[in-house]
C-alpha cells in the first residue's frame, strides 16, 4: 500500500466512523492511475491532491460518498475517465457530486460582472442540489491555497481575492470555521504580504511568552471551575492571523491595545452551567466594559453560539472567553459538516440543515426577482461577504476596508494629509464622485490639492463609513475651525429644536442650553457647540434625551410614552393573543415599555394613533396622569389578561448585592432551579464594593415573577431586588 492511502486509512481508523474502505481505496487506485504522468506545478505527483482533499474531508467528518467524491474530483475533468464510468463503479450520488465539483471549477468568479452573477447563481443552484458539492470544493480551494507558492505572482493574487471573496464567506455562512479561519489566513498572505509577515513575526517573537500566560491561565481557571464542575474542558489559543489584520490594519488599532488576541475557550455540557461559569468568570477576573456578547440567546446567522467576555487579571494582558456547551463547540468548529460528522449524535425533534441552507434559496430568489445583473453581483457578494472590501492603489498597494466605504474612506486610509487634501478620485481610471462606494479589484487614485485653507468638508463625516475617516476629519475641524464650529452647532442645536416643536424664551433657551451642556461634561456652551460643530458629539444620539429633559421642564400634555409604546417591541409579535380589550377585536397590542406589564398586573389601553393599543399597568404614572388628561379622553380603555395565555413573557430585575465569589453563580442557579430561560444576563461593579445585575428572563406571570423575586431576595449579600420597568 502507497503512503498517500496509507495516511487516508489511519485517518478513517482515527475518526471512529464506519466508512466502506473497499470502496475508497477502489477510488483513490482509479484516480492515482488516472492522473499517472500528472504533476502539480509544485513538481508533486498529481495525486497528492485530491488525496490531501480527501484527508481534510475526513478530518471534518463527511460521509464515505463526499470522500470517494473528493478523491475522483479532478479526474473527468483531466483525465480519459468519463462520468459513465464513476456512476457504474460509485454509484448515482459520487458521479453526481464529482460532475458538480467539475462545473464549480470551470467558474471563475474574478471575472466581468455580468458573468459573475450567473456564475454565482450556477454555484447556489448546486449548493442547492447537494451541499456536498461546495464543502469538497473548500476542501479543494483549501488545499490549493496550501500549496500556492510554486503558482505565479498574479495567479496567486487572482486565486487570493476569490479566495477572500467567495470561498471564506462560503464557509463562513456555512460556520465551517476551520477552514474559513485557514482560507484567510492563506489568502491575506498573498493580498497584503507585508501586513502578513509583520503579524506573523511579531506572533514568533512572543511565542514563548504568549504559551506560558495561556498556560497560566488554563491553570487557574481549572483550579477555580473545576471543584463544581469536573468535567470542565479549557483551551486556550491564539486568533488568527487574520483576525489580528482586520483589527490592526482595518480598525486602525495599535497591536497592543488588541484585546482578544488570545482566547479561552470554556466547554461544558448544558446551557445552565455556561452562565454558572460566566458567573464565576466574572467574578475572579475584572470583566471590560461592554464586552459581554450573549450569543446563546441569540445566536449568529450561521448558528454559532457562545458567550463572550473580555476579562483582565491584575496587570495582565486582557483576553477573551468563550464559554459554550459541546453541542455548541461542534457547531462553531464544524457548522454545516457537524450535521454529518455527529449524525448518530445529534438530538432534537428535526434535523436542521434543511433551516441551515434556506439563505440559499432565498438569495437564489432574490436573483430571480431582480434583472440589473450589477445590482444582483452585488448583493450576493455583499451577502456572502458581508465585512470587507479590497481595493488597489495605482501602485498595486492593496487596502482593505468595511463594505460600504467610499473612496475619501481609501484616501484616509492612505494617509491623513492625502485625505485632508483630497478634492477629487478617479476607479478604474475614470473619474468618480466622492461618496463613491469602493468595489473588490478597483484600482483607486486620489486626486489632491496643496491650496492653502483647503480642507474636508463637513459633508464628508455623512459619507464616510470607517470611523478612522471620520475622526481624522472632526480632528482637522476641531483644530482648524473653533469659530465656524461654534456657529455650526449652535445652529444646528437651534435648527434641532425647531424640528422637534421645542420653545423657549430667549432666556429659557439659555439656562436650559446650559444645564445640558453642564451635564454633557463641557466646562462652557461654547465648547458644547464647538463639539458639536466639529462632529464629536451626535447632535442625533443625545437628543433624545434632551426631548426627555425638555418635556419634563417645560411641557406635560404630550406624554412621550406613546412614542416608546410603538417602538418596535420584540414582544408584539407574541402578545396581541394574551390581552383582550374592550369593545376592540383583534386588534394590534403592544406592551408600554415604561412599564411593562405583567399578565396578572392590572392594566389599560391607550388608543395610540395608528399603532394599535399599547397596554400599560393601572398605576404606571403614565397612565394615572393620562386618563386625568382633557386631551387624552376616550382613548384609554379598559383592558385585562385572557386568563388562557400560555405564553411566556420577558421581564427584566435588577439586583444589587454585595459583591463575593459565586453571586452571579448563585443567581442563575435560583432560575434554573425553577426551570426558567434567562434571556440576557449583565453584570457590572460598582465602585463601592457593591454589585449589579441585570438580567432578563422568561415568566409566566406575576405569580412567578413574586417567586423568583423572593428567591433572589434569599441570596446572601442581595441587598436589593427591583423589577425593572425601562
Ligand atoms: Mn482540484
Redo the contacts with the bound molecule.
Sequence with gaps: MDELLKRIMTAIEKSGRQYDTAVIEEAYMLAKEAHKGQKRESGDEYIT??AE?ALILIELGMDEETITAALL??VVEDTAVTLEELKRKFGQSVADLVDGVTKL?KLNFTTKEEQQAENIRKMLLAMAKDIRVIIIKLA?RL??MRTMSAKSEAKRREKALETMEVYAPLAHRLGIYTIKEELEDAAIEYLDPIAYEEINLRLASEKEDRNEFLQLIKDKLYNRIKPEYPDVYIEGRVKSIYGIYRKVYMNGRAFEEIYDIYAVRIIVDSVNECYNILGIIHDMLTPIPNRFKDYISTPKQNMYQSLHTTVIDKGQMPFEVQIRTWDMHHTAEYGIAAHWKYKEGITGPTDRLDERLSWIRQLLEVQKESDDVQDIVRSIKSDLSPEEVFVFTPKGDVKSLPLGATVIDFAYAIHTAVGNKMVGAKADGKMVPINHQLKTGMIVEIITSNVQGRGPSRDWLNIVKTSEARNKIRSWFKKEKREENVLEGRTEIEKEFKRNNMEFTAEEYEQFIDEIARRQKYLTTEDFYAAIGYGGVSLTKIMPRIKDEYQRSYRTEETPFIEKAVQKSKRERKASGGVIVEGLEECLVKFAHCCNPLPGDEIIGFVTRGYGVSIHKKDCENAVRGIEDENQKGRWVSAEWETSAKETYKSTIEILALDRGGLLADVSVALANLRIPIHSLNARELKDGHAAIEITFGVTGVEQLKIVISNFQRISGVVSVERKTR
Design positions: 491532491h485530491p482533499a474530483h479532478d471549477t479543494d488545499h490549493n
